[in-house]
């Protein structure tokens, strides 16, 4: 019996352990056809998935991402932003060209986040555990040339999903009021209040959770998320080399 959204939700955590045991064909093809039922800009469903079944190849995975439970258990995928297959259905130097440039290239991003996302909700409601990967970035061209990427296709997310192995504190998330705003945008400063109380939960959080407990605040979380940033600088580059965003050769 699957649970419901809004208990998906207040249930989830990522997970990054899993067990042995096996999730079937029938159960991936439930979570991937339904979450198909995702919007999709355009009706172009600009999105595809790989998965990984080779060791060797999960192995440079798991090396690609640092994180070593990405070779061990669970079902392994790569989702693409995949601009190709409409290439291949709509032929034609105009509509490549579309299809290519910022305003698709974005759509084939945002359907693949959506697809991941709800991915994620139907197998949590399911029972199962998943981890969203953005750590393949750390190197793109690899993957690239691992899963032999066509054109008009990129790497946006690793997904990992399986029986959970452990059952990680849920992290806490902002109040509404730093998140929900009226008629226009609200600066930080109108809602320092959330923030201190939000740095105080956070705090408590990274405290007393079983694995890695330590001492943290919303600035210095903040500022550390972005040093990882430098190594992905490579993306953009990468992008134009898979032939997207053709407008910036001009
Ligand atoms: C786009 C995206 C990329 C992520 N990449 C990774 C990753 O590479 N490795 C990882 O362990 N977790 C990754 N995560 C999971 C986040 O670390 C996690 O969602 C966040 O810390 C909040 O924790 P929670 O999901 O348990 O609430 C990613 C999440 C998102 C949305």
Known sequence: MAKSVIETLQDHRTR?????????????????????????????????LIEITKPALRQQLAEITTMPTVGEHGRLFVVLADQHRNVQLAPGATTRQALSEFDRFVGSIEDATLMTAAMVMVAES?????VVLGSINNDTQAVID????????LPVFGLQLGHPADVPEVKPRLGLSAVLFK???????????ELTRFDGVLNQYYQHRSSHARTEHLA????EATHSAA?????????RRQGFLPELDH
Do not use: W
Not at 30 to 40: F, G, K, L, S, V
């Open 220 to 223: 210095h979380m903040t500022a």
């Open 16 to 48: 990054r352990l899993f067990t042995d045991e096996p999730v079937s064909d029938d159960q991936l093809a439930e979570i991937i056809t339904m979450a198909q039922r995702m919007p999709t800009s355009q009706y172009l469903q600009a999105y595809s």
């Open 231 to 239: 190594k992905r600088r490579e993306f953009l580059n990468i992008a």
């Open 183 to 193: 008629d226009q945008y609200a600066e930080p400063t109108t809602y320092q209040e």
């Open 146 to 153: 691992a899963l032999k990427l066509p054109d008009l296709t």
């Open 126 to 130: 399911l029972g199962l555990g998943t």
